[in-house]
């Protein structure tokens, strides 16, 4: 008796427990980087008797300083040089301005077109959190064939459309009245201890909202899936390729 030559590459092992949204997603160490250079532009335009030209060159010695070091620890350096380059064109409108509170502005635009954006996309159907964590575990859209894991990824979007709506009502009537200081504060405050929170809570969400059985964000249960047990009186998947 002949033995079989053994051709299937051994199954990858699952993560010795439940993953959180911060393992997938990494979210509070790039919100901790971008309170850096906000918070030096502040203490720049401070010690140099609220002079904007003392904060942009905080800022943006930071910014280099911060962006030298996420190279270093292997980041991306696409999401590195967006990074900085946001810094920049924050410090070119404010020279250009001559406001020292314009340097918020691209922050404050930003948290406004985020809200909507993670708004639209939970009414269209497509919630940006299935989105990132789909690519983040190379899922494509198959997540989105599963009902329970489409309903559980809306309703943590909320959580991240929240977020951005509190920022917004807090940065802009600051912005409009003119409070640089406040600003820095809020910037800080609303940064990486805010996405600490919102991906706990958002990840508390989407795990209340699968059903008891549920494989997890790993496992999108798809009924025309030859990886998930199927029913043979459900109805088939439209989007299952024809043969």
Known sequence: MTGTPQTDRPPVPDPPGPESLADLLGGRRGAVDATLPPLAFGVGWLLGGESL??????ALLTGTAVAGWRLRRGDRPRSVLIGLLAVCVAALVALRTGRATDFFLLQVLANVSSALVWVVSIVVRWPLLGVLVGVALGQR??????PALLRAYGRGSWAWAATYALRVAVFVPLYLGGQVVALVVARVALSWPLVATVLAVSWFVVRRSLPAGHPGLRHPVVPSDPETPSDPEAPSDPDAPRP
């Open 141 to 146: 859209t198959r997540w989105r064939r599963d």
């Open 53 to 58: 030209w003392g904060g942009v060159l905080a």
